[in-house]
Each structure stands twice: as C-alpha cells, then as structure tokens.
C-alpha cells in the first residue's frame, strides 16, 4: 500500500497533474495527542494566514496528525497525492518531520517545518532542501545557553533530553559546545514524551552532582523531567530549549519551574522589548490578531506557522512569474524563492535563507529569558 502511495506521489512529481487556478498549502498540525499544545496553536493560526498572494486566491488543506509519524506520513501523501498541494506547512512534531522528508523530496513540494530540530534542514543534502524550517536552528540556542553557563562559572553539567531527533540532536550540539568551553557533561539521560515518571533519570542525575542541568524537550515534555528534578532535592540552575517556551509550562510547573533560564521567542517578553526590534510589530499584529480571533494569546509555536505565511507571502509572487500552481515548475520556482529570502522579518526574528541555510536566523532571533514568580521575564 505505502509503496503504491509512493509510486503515486513520483508520478505527481513528474508533472502528470494539471496546473490548477489556485495555489494550494497543506498544513499538517498535532491538534490532538501527546504534542496537542504545540500544534493547537499551530492548527489556530491557520486563519490568520494570507487569503490572496500575488493575485491568486490561496486555499488551506488542513489536517490532524494526532502526534502520530505514522498517521504524517499519511497525511503528507493525501494533501499530495489528492489536493496536488504546492506547498505544505508542518509537522508539528521533530519526528514527525523527520519521517516525511523522502515523500516531499520525491514529490518536489517544499515543506515549511515548524519544529524545534535542526536535523531537518542539517546537514544539508539533496532530500533535505526541499524543507525550510521556521523555527531557530539548535545551535543558536545552545550557543545563548552555553554562554549564560560560562559567564555563571558553570563546570559541570547534567542533560536529560527526549529520546528522539529534538532530544538527540541537542545531546550532540550541547556536547560540542560545553567541551569548547571546558564544561564537563557529568551524566545523560533520555525519556519518552509521554513518560509520567522520571525518578530513575532525576537520582541517575543529581547524583553526578552537576551546577546545572539543561532539558531538551518539546512542550508539556519539558515539565515533566524539571518536576521530578525538584521533587528529589535538585536545586541547581535549570536550563530549558525553546522547546519549554509556551504559557502552559508555566502553569503545570508551577513554583518548580521558578528561576529556569532559556533562550527562546521575543514573543515571550514582548513587552520588555525594545521597539526597535524589526520584529516586534510583526510578532504584535500576530499576538493581537490571535487573541481577537481566541480570545487568548497564542503559545510561540503558532508563530512558526505564521511566519511559513510570511514566507511564502514574500515567495510566491516570484513564482508565480515562472509557472502555473499546481505543476512541479512551480514547487519547484517556489522552493528556489524561499532559498532566497532576504531581510524577512518575522515574528521571532529575520530570515535570511541561503542554499546552506534554510531556517536563516542569527542572533536577533533569540533573547534570554527567565521564570520569576510564575511569568516569563528578559533575563537581565
């Protein structure tokens, strides 16, 4: 069956299927289990994404993976194979994206991650630059992490992350950095999302006796691993990713989480931020504009779906002047605009792609920040 899909999805590719009169964009979004709390957002901002770009209507194709690889791959090979999508935008999760990257390579139909892995879009090959990810590549926030460490005379670190290409690919980028430093990794441990307990990781962990730990997972995931750390006595600096970044950690964390550092979204602090910020009224017309349709402010990983908006909002019009939706000439104009995005600001920094790049942040995508009686607060 996979393999008739894929067959499919290589005659598509090969321009069997008529140019249609509108450009299509799937979305994949864990809307529903374990992941829920990055793709409801994610799922959200769908409606606020742009109706017409270039003179042409845009239709949305949305659908739900339930956190499931399995059931993206699926999902991918339906918006692709049934609504001959030009582009698609998700997965939600690290290793849902990470499953798909054969089928839209084969397909030529550029893919918009909004994932927390750089292992997407690094090394670069030929699969992988068909995917554009929206989100800060792993090194640029461990680079902000490690230095915090050095300028606390951090020695000895401990690492617990998930046990997948989110928590596997910062084991390695952490490794690097704090040994270019000269801080030593006293002791790694993995976990699975879904996993309820951790007291085995927490005592395997403080009993190396580390300054600081860092945590290296995805939404709710993140509390879970921080909680059990504090419930046996740790009370060491606590580290997070931008995984860590939404509202509900605070909540679910409660007081266990206070003082946790992390380098994450302006989104976070947006208030204490400078208005000079080229970033800071794109991220603000989006956080208003959510709330007005939610009632609520969004989590800052809605905000990558809505930069993929802005993305292709800049990309398209190019496109657009080489081929018709719906025809690989134009996937395949539209992937080449994309690699050339230059100076984009978008709501959690500024995108300048290039053939080797294709997440394009520098240092004006993160800002420091830390937890203080509950609330997120610039770390100063």
């Known amino acids: 069956m996979e393999i008739n899909k894929i067959l499919l999805v290589s005659a598509l590719a090969a321009g069997s299927v008529t140019a249609h009169a509108e450009v299509r964009i799937g979305v994949v979004t864990s809307s529903t289990g374990p992941v829920a709390m990055v793709g409801i957002p994610q799922k959200n901002t769908v409606a606020l994404l742009p109706k017409s770009i270039g003179g042409e209507k845009v239709t949305y194709i949305s659908l739900d993976d339930a956190s499931d690889p399995t059931a993206s791959v699926k999902a991918i090979n339906k918006l692709i194979s049934e609504s001959n ?16 990257i054969g089928i839209i390579a084969k397909a030529q139909v550029p893919l918009l991650a909004p994932v927390g892995t750089s292992t997407v879009v690094l090394p670069m090959n030929p699969q992988k630059k068909w995917v554009f990810k929206t989100t800060q590549n792993d090194d640029l926030i461990a680079q902000a992490l490690v230095e915090d460490m050095v300028k606390r005379k951090i020695k000895t670190l401990g690492f617990i992350g998930t046990a997948d290409p989110y928590g596997e690919n910062w084991s390695k980028v952490v490794a690097n950095l704090a040994a270019s430093k000269g801080i030593k990794i006293t002791q790694k441990e993995s976990f699975q999302r879904q996993d309820t307990s951790l007291t085995g990781q927490a005592l395997k962990l403080i009993a190396g006796k580390p300054q600081a730990i860092l945590i290296a997972a995805p939404g709710s995931a993140a509390v ?6 504090y419930d046996r006595g740790y009370r060491g600096q606590i580290y997070q990713t931008h995984g860590a970044a939404l509202d509900q950690f605070l909540k679910l964390g409660g007081k266990k989480v206070d003082n946790t550092i992390l380098a994450a979204s302006l989104m976070l602090v947006i208030n204490e931020i400078d208005n000079k910020h080229p970033s800071k009224a794109v991220a603000l017309k989006y956080m208003n504009n959510y709330k007005k349709m939610y009632g609520e402010y969004p989590a800052t990983f809605g905000a990558n779906v809505y930069d993929a908006g802005l993305l292709l909002e800049k990309a398209i019009p190019a496109a657009l002047k080489q081929a018709k939706p719906g025809s690989v000439q134009f996937r395949q104009a539209l992937r080449t605009a994309l690699e050339q995005t230059k100076e984009l600001a978008g709501t959690q920094g500024v995108y300048n792609m290039t053939p080797m790049d294709h997440s394009g942040f520098d240092k004006r995508g993160r800002v420091m920040v830390t937890v203080k009686n509950g609330q ?5």
């Open 85 to 100: 999508v030009d582009a698609i935008i998700g997965p939600s999760g690290s290793p849902n994206a990470s499953a798909v």
């Open 224 to 229: 879970t691993p921080q909680v059990a750390l």
């Open 376 to 380: 997120w607060k610039l770390l100063k």
